[in-house]
């Protein structure tokens, strides 16, 4: 039997209301105890006096490319990232090449996933075929397949009826629906926010309407039609104003979540014409911004991801209007929590940690995401003072185009353990 004890760090477990100094003991892949004091003798003993133990991570919307784009990342080298950032768990989005809407790219996925062995990764399949948005995927399939979730995350499902129709099979075979919101005739060639920033930089710009208008169209389907409803990457005041008044409506099962990008930063950084600041959905003016915040503060939104989207230098190398869409977040996204919600005081850390692993995994219904005695032992242990600076020389993924470069953070993973075994020490990915 393999045992690990990691003693005196400061666990934060917000699914067990858990926020004090207490040693962690593993054995064969398990937490067996959570307690001050213990004296037990383990394999391996790690020392986290003045560290930080939550439950490891889980990111619900990333982008691994693999199969198709291996090129931009591989679901190894997303693996590494993710691990370098405490995340142990990942929703891997289905447009890739080719599109998983069927059984086959699933399985594919789920095999590789568990040859590396690195984290836990959960495949989605496309609602429609293609993603093309004109026929539905076979849902059942997907989900027996081994499917999470379903969405055309990349695009939205602009046919009413076609959603509708999504709406209802994934109420009979009892599967997530995540929605990603947009209204094509509303973004038409949109490559940034439309406001003051985007005049100025003399460029085409979406409307928060488009977001807006989709948000509300899902609400109102869910609720005819019922289901499970996750709402993607919220970004405008009237996105989270609609889910607000849903959620107090309680008509339909709805969540939400909002890309940690979406709480940091402003559409101020698409100045210089910085290609990494190009997203979908876009950057906002500071009003939206306030409105994410508020809208976490109240438990509006449930949880936070990455949208990590990887590409290749000529990518991003382009003008603007001609760039890729996307930025990586894996390693950053505890730090980006940590600095723009923590430090200034907007949220406590464990309603931050709840928010990046008991919530996301209430919503996908995975049993991850806390420290209780006899859960797998997925565990991530921060250093929540260390200062850092992301930079192309130390991120683990394929893509380079990070947002965060050049901007200082505040808080960095030190371990991250996958199923008990210690998968990434303190800057390394390492074998165990």
Excluded at 257 to 264: D, G, L, M, R, T
Aim: one cysteine or more; hydrophobic letters at 40%.
């Amino acid at each position: 039997m393999t045992t690990l004890l990691i003693k005196n760090g400061h666990v934060i477990d917000p699914a067990n209301g858990i926020d004090d100094v207490h040693d962690i003991l593993v054995a064969d892949g398990k937490i067996q105890k959570v307690e001050a004091g213990l004296n037990d003798t383990a394999d391996e003993v790690i020392d986290a006096s003045g560290l930080t133990v939550t439950p490891g991570l889980i990111d619900m919307q990333v982008h691994f490319r693999e199969p198709g784009r291996e090129d931009r990342e591989t679901l190894e080298t997303g693996s590494w990232a993710a691990l370098a950032g405490g995340v142990t768990s990942a929703v891997a989005m289905p447009n890739l090449k080719p599109v998983a809407d069927n059984q086959t790219v699933i399985e594919f996925i789920i095999k590789r996933s568990n040859e590396l062995d690195l984290i836990n990764i959960y495949p989605t399949g496309s609602i429609t075929t293609g993603q093309e948005g004109a026929t539905l995927s076979e849902i059942n399939e997907l989900k027996t397949s081994g499917a999470i979730a379903i969405t055309d995350d990349g695009v939205d499902v602009q046919d009413e009826g076609i959603l509708r129709r999504a709406f209802e099979y994934s109420k009979t075979c009892d599967i997530l629906l995540m929605s990603h919101c947009e209204t094509n005739t509303l973004t038409e060639d949109g490559v940034m926010h439309e406001g003051w920033v985007s005049t100025q930089l003399g460029l085409a710009g979406t409307p928060a309407a488009s977001e807006d208008l989709a948000v509300q169209k899902n609400i109102l389907l869910a609720e005819m039609c019922g289901g499970r409803l996750h709402l993607l990457h919220n970004s405008t005041s009237g996105a989270v104003d609609a889910i607000r008044r849903a959620k107090q409506a309680g008509k339909a099962t709805i969540t939400a979540e909002v890309s940690v990008q979406h709480f940091a930063l402003t559409d101020e950084e698409c100045k210089g014409y910085n290609t990494n600041a190009k997203m979908y959905p876009p950057l906002r003016s500071q009003d939206h911004v306030d409105a994410i915040i508020a809208a976490i503060k109240d438990d509006t939104i449930d949880a936070f991801t990455t949208d990590h989207a990887p590409h290749i230098e000529p990518d991003k190398l382009q003008p603007f209007d001609k760039a890729a869409f996307g930025s990586t977040g894996l390693q950053t996204s505890f730090a980006v929590m940590n600095t723009y919600l923590v430090k200034p005081g907007h949220i406590s850390l464990s309603k931050g940690i709840s928010k990046m692993s008991a919530e996301p995994a209430k919503i996908l219904g995975i049993d991850k995401g806390t420290l209780s005695v006899g859960a797998d032992a997925d565990i991530a242990i921060f250093d929540i003072n260390k200062d850092w600076v992301p930079s192309n020389e130390n991120r683990l993924s394929k893509g380079k185009n990070c947002i965060f470069n050049g901007k200082t953070l505040t808080g960095q993973a030190q371990y991250t353990i996958v199923g008990g075994r210690v998968k990434f020490k303190q800057g390394q990915i390492v074998a165990s």
